[in-house]
């Protein structure tokens, strides 16, 4: 089992990351980017190879590069150049793909992560990145004889010649659960900064691991192999489970690993080998000779610095540290962009101190409408301003918070005016002494056990009475005023 | 109908006046094609109709007093590695037989923007690896000089359709003197701009940081209309220069007085050098001081690295460059082939050239792991040493002048059996292509009764003086005016 | 074929006596911006005419004898 492995041998994984760059065109022709066409209905000349044609850089993959390397900590290479990577493959058009090779466009990052430590408290980690540099995505070979009638693979180049961005780790992560928690933070900084959608299911966000293993207490890293394209965070982290548990056997048994490409069989939980790699492939890199380096002017990194949307730990070091949220809580806004736009509106009216109280509100009463509902955010009426507006109402002592509650399932469905709903159900508080006279009394008479043990010292007691006056006010009666008013006739 | 004056020139003024019409044009390159055979193989795509309803417009253009330009109306031809929607595309390889391109390259726009008509293909030497037109498909072009004789390469077919009165101009690709070289052997002008003038998009590539698209015609006038035509920025290249094109006819002036030409003794001392060939080039040099221009002793001491430099550079692009002709998703496909990997191997053994291969396993060697660094590095370390020879030159000359071969057009089958041999013969001209910097050839005079070519090398984006110089010297000589058995008017 | 090969690659060795420490290799002649495209996606190709050429099609796809087992080279 994966604990005794771990006893004997220290994982060590470095992760590749190919994600899609969130451009409307290609990277080096103007073909459309979309999902899910027939095939080889979104192809330019370029793309399909044809003799004669040339790559010409998409502009908008520069200011999404250098987000990037900014967002990550990293050097931006003002000079960096494309190279091509040449090999033969059906989806490869060209008989080679233009990548970067010795000089990419972003080196020398890190970014941190976080996981539950022994003791159970969070641990911060952080985790090198070695380089993110640009590169073409190649088409399709479908070998499913579904479609090709056990006749040949058909290829479809849509998606060749789409813009990638490879980010490459240091062989710093130690677990599967850290290269999940590597490979989440990864994907919130890319949706955060608008860099990818990195959507897994679209094939936005590919992950390759490489794994192998060392005795603990060694430096010297152990024969490594590489598992493709796994594109789904669960299997992410079992695969790689399922080859350090296999690595494992085999060292324990005194073999040794043999370099190799690996497959994971979700439904056995096993990895396997696809094929070996003796000898590493020779791709011929040299700098590609229809391309002028790509040279980025100084001036230009220090805009996109000034322009960048907040990264995830500023977000959470402001919502923990200006607005007194818990980490848990400030975590929840942090990985979701739209989320903590919300509750940066709401409080920007109802001011930093009742933020805490306006988390509470959009964590747990505003997502589980949603919930319940099955409305996304956007599709919700309650806007941030119909939500600081029910709030400024709840700290005027205008409506009680179990009636505020209401009112807001209400919004969330249907909208309207905060305060004109409340006063259309009549919901609106009674803080009268005069008017709520008669239902203090009232629940003081109704309940006498109750107003005894309250005066014998009880104070829970209190809380009960109130109970019973909010019921006969539709609880409308004003805490405050009630609590005075019961304490006034009770005598304590 | 006869048609004598065969310039671009006064093939538009006789086009102005109405005195012919594009029809009469296109009838007469139609005509001669027809009549004689073509016996110089050097076309390999008529397309009679398609020119005549693009002769029949112009007509109607011109008729109506609006040409599209000076050209417009005049019959062309392109070479067969620059693509045109519709039409087929081999660059005289079994690996693109019946290819016929989606897309017009930068080329044909400019071209028919013009108006021009492009009457087909001109036959060349498989994917423009050669030096003698032998390497084709469509069987070696010939030197309408010597029909025994090769009209040089790779646009050997574009240099013989101009030499023989064919047509009055041509396009050709120069890699490491393609245009250059064919145009001494067939006795015309030919051209190559500087890297990065006119737009590769559509050229089928052979070494990308080394191709460029000129002209070859009879004469310096024709040729500065046609690079006229051609030149200028394309978004699509992104090796293509933005610099304005001049109007490289207004620099026509025919005066070189006070010129300064560079005699690189490295060039004169070439062993194998035919001395008759140095010798009509060092006249016609004479002829340019007589003009008022002076001549002052130039060095380029790394021109012996020149080819070595050449052919690792351009074997090891063209290695990449070849790699998409697999037939997978166009061009030649293995019948025999059952896997994947059969479609590769047999596709590309059965549609290259043996000189193709040679070159594709030559380049994928210089690029290989372990040999990058000796060879293809090397190569371009060389390559800077070979530009900043040209830099130092210039600072004490405008243009340089040498012989554009060593010798003068060799027998067909001459050479085809040493590569070697055939290699070394591109001595003179491959150093322009490495430095980027452009070049003409002239008819200089003949020797063993066959052309002799003069180049002339200039600063980059200097094309309008080596026109001038060019057309002054052909002002006061006729070289460029004689014609071959082969003459087919 | 190797004998051409071998008698090339001994030509070529000829570079090794250039001593070229220090010097940048050229991979251009011109030294400039980088071109850039904007982000204006145009009109795709007909598919029709992008296999047109094709040797062997299904639809609009290319079809290729089939791959057995690999799942991508690089």
Known sequence: MIEETLERW???????????LATKSKLFSPAPVEYGDAP??????????LPGVLPVLNERVVELAIRLGIAVHAEVNLRSVFARKNYFYPDLPKGYQISQYEDPVVSNGWLDIELPGDDGQLETRRIGITRAH?????GKSIHDDAVTKGRGTHVDLNRSGVPLLEIVSEPDLRSASEAGAYLRALRSILRTIGVSEADMEKGQFRCDANVSLRAIGTEPFGTRTELKNLNSFRYVEAAIEAEIERQGEILDEGGSIVQATMAFDPDTQTTRVLRTKENADDYRYFPDPDLIPLLIPADEVERVRREMPELPDAKLARFVGDFGLGQADARQFTESQ????????VVARTGAERAKEVAKWILRDLLQALKQLDLSLEASALTPDKLAALLELVEKGRLTPRNARDLFALLVEHGGDPESLMVERGLEAVSDEGALEVAVQEAIDANPKAAESYRAGDQKSLNFLMGQVMKKTQGKADAGTTRKLLAAKLGG | MSLPALTLALQAAQLSSRELSSCDLLDAVLGAHAGRGDEANAVVGLRAEAARAEAVEADERLTRGEPLSRIDGIP???KDNMVQRGEETTCASRILEGFVSPYDSAAVTCLREAGAVIVGRSNMDEFAMGSSTENSIHGPSRNPWDLERSPGGSSGGAAASVASGLVAGALGSDTGGSIRQPAAFCGVVGMKPTYGRVSRWGLVAFASSLDQIGPLARTAEDAAILLGILAGHDPRDSTSLAEPVPDYCSALDGDVRGLRIGIPKEFFEAEGADPVVLEVVREAIAELERAGAKTLAVTLPHTPYAIAAYYLIATAEASSNLARYDGARYGHRSKKARTLSEMYTLSRSEGFGTEVKRRILLGTYVLSAGYYDAYYRKAQQVRTLLRSDFEKAFEVCDVIATPTSPEVAFRIGEKSDDPLKMYLSDIYTVSANLAGIPGIS?????????????????????EATLLRAADTFQRRTDHHAQTPRGWLR | MSADLGQILGYVEKLQELDTTGIEPTAHALPHRTPLRSDEP???LDPELAVSNAPQRAGTAFVVPKVI???GAG
């Open chain 1, 134 to 138: 640009l590169e073409e995505d190649a």
């Open chain 1, 10 to 20: 220290e994982p060590v994984i470095g992760l590749e990351v190919h994600t899609h």
């Open chain 1, 40 to 49: 080889n209905h979104r192809v330019h000349v370029i793309d399909l190879g």
């Open chain 3, 42 to 44: 145009e009109a795709p």
């Open chain 1, 338 to 345: 739209e989320l903590a736009e919300y509750f940066d509106r």
């Open chain 3, 69 to 71: 087992g690999e799942e």
């Open chain 2, 76 to 78: 062309v031809l392109i």
């Open chain 2, 442 to 462: 002239i008819p200089a005079g003949f020797a063993h009764e066959l052309p002799v070519g003069l180049q002339v090398l200039g600063r980059s984006l200097d």
